[in-house]
């Protein structure tokens, strides 16, 4: 992949990752999300907007409208998803067959990296745009190192946060936090993830395939936020769809309704992690991570992904 050899040096491939992480759906709170659903289509629209892109438009619950949540869910393998998101998941695996799988890579990328950060000691997770809950969850992938590990999702969607506070924040230590992850310190700040995370203790924060929804600029801004108010031995782990053939990424993203889509390159992925140590081969293909890839990769999409240490400061 030429793209991603230009940032050699710190962009490397690796082999090997874990089983694919399966897209179930959790039985127990079912009708509690449902509940949700019902109160979050009243919910008023808003679209936010960030140096002129929109990240997410976020329409309350109108099943016509292709919804970036539920899109990726239809991708996963899940249930919940109406036809608008059927239709645009289709058409876009019609111009691109991979994508499902990218999207499967994605997850299980990050619950071996949410495993992974647990296992270097680290008990407070925040999942920045957690989307619609998926199996395993960050939590259940933590907590089955660190027993009292604490999560916060985070989303602007309603009907996301319904979903997660009716199946996954059900217990302590688990809490759902409707913000926007371009706003680190109102994030970080916000009280009701205050109620679960301590910033001045290690944290990690997850950036899992939303950075690719905000404009380069912008993103690095964002990274450096969170990096700027995260404890010495916190990590950040992050992935983006990436595509090799610029005119294919231009297709994908002008069919892409759901929100604006941006063909990051390697070099600004690898810049995201700007002031931390990249742990184990940098950034990677997600399918292969924490192992180095095969030197040759036909595939024309990736989903580039790391892990980086924030340091003693
Ligand atoms: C493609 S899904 C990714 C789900 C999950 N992170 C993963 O990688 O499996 C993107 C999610 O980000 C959320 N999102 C988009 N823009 C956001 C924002 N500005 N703040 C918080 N969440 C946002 C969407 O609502 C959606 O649930």
């Known amino acids: 992949m030429p793209g991603l050899r230009a940032a050699e040096g710190r962009v490397h491939r690796l082999a090997g990752v874990l089983g694919e992480a399966q897209q179930v759906r959790m039985a127990a709170g079912v009708a509690a999300a449902q509940a949700g659903m019902a109160a979050a289509a009243t919910a008023r629209p808003a679209v936010l907007r960030q140096s002129g892109a929109v990240l997410a438009m976020t329409t309350g619950f109108d099943t016509t409208v292709p919804n970036m949540a539920r899109v990726y869910n239809y991708w996963l393998g899940g249930k919940d998803h109406f036809a608008a998101d059927r239709a645009e998941a289709m058409r876009l695996v019609e111009r691109y067959p991979p994508l499902p799988a990218m999207v499967r890579e994605n997850r299980a990328f990050l619950i071996q990296a949410a495993g992974w950060a647990a296992r270097q000691g680290i008990g407070q997770f925040v999942d920045l745009g957690a989307g619609l809950p998926a199996s395993p969850a960050v939590h259940q992938a933590a907590r089955a190192v660190l027993p009292a590990a604490r999560v916060a999702y985070v989303d602007t969607d309603p009907v996301v946060l ?120 940098g950034v990677t293909e997600a399918r292969t991570w924490p192992k180095r890839s095969p030197e040759v990769d036909d595939r024309n999409g990736h989903v580039l992904a790391g892990v980086g240490r924030v340091l003693g400061r």
């Open 162 to 281: 319904a979903h997660v506070r009716a199946l996954l924040a059900t217990g302590d230590g688990v809490t759902a936090i409707d913000a926007d992850l371009r706003d680190p310190a109102a994030v970080l700040g916000h009280e009701d993830l205050r109620a679960v995370i301590d910033p001045a203790r290690p944290v990690c924060v997850i950036l899992g395939a939303v950075l690719h929804f905000v404009d380069p600029d912008a993103a690095c801004a964002v990274t450096a936020g969170y990096v700027s108010l995260m404890a010495p031995g916190s990590c950040l782990v992050l992935s983006c769809a990436r595509f090799d053939d610029e005119e294919l990424a231009k297709q994908l993203a002008e069919e892409y309704t759901a929100a604006t889509w941006y063909n990051h390159s390697p070099a600004d992925i690898v810049g995201f992690f700007d002031g931390l140590e990249l742990a184990g081969p």
